[in-house]
């Protein structure tokens, strides 16, 4: 697991992972791409990005699901197709 970054709130740290995820789907779209195949390419070689809080002890953060945002983004991406 690569480590992005440190951020002071979630949202910073949510934002981070948004942008790791649209990087990755935008570089790899192609025109006339659907989104079910977009997606599968970001299931197979993207970065899926979790939300760790570090304090009394160390927790993934389930606020921010990177599969629900890709599906999604790949849908707006690929034009709904």
Known sequence: ????????????A???????IDF?????FKAGMS??????????RGEHP???RDDDKTIDVQRFNHLDYAGSRC???????
């Open 14 to 20: 949510i934002a981070a992972a948004k942008r790791t």
């Open 24 to 28: 990755f789907l935008f570089r790899e």
């Open 50 to 52: 979790s939300i760790f």
């Open 75 to 81: 849908s707006e991406i690929c034009g709904g197709r």
């Open 35 to 44: 989104s079910k195949a977009l997606f599968s390419r970001y299931e197979e």
């Open 1 to 12: 697991m690569r480590q992005i970054g440190e951020y002071g709130t979630l949202d910073e």
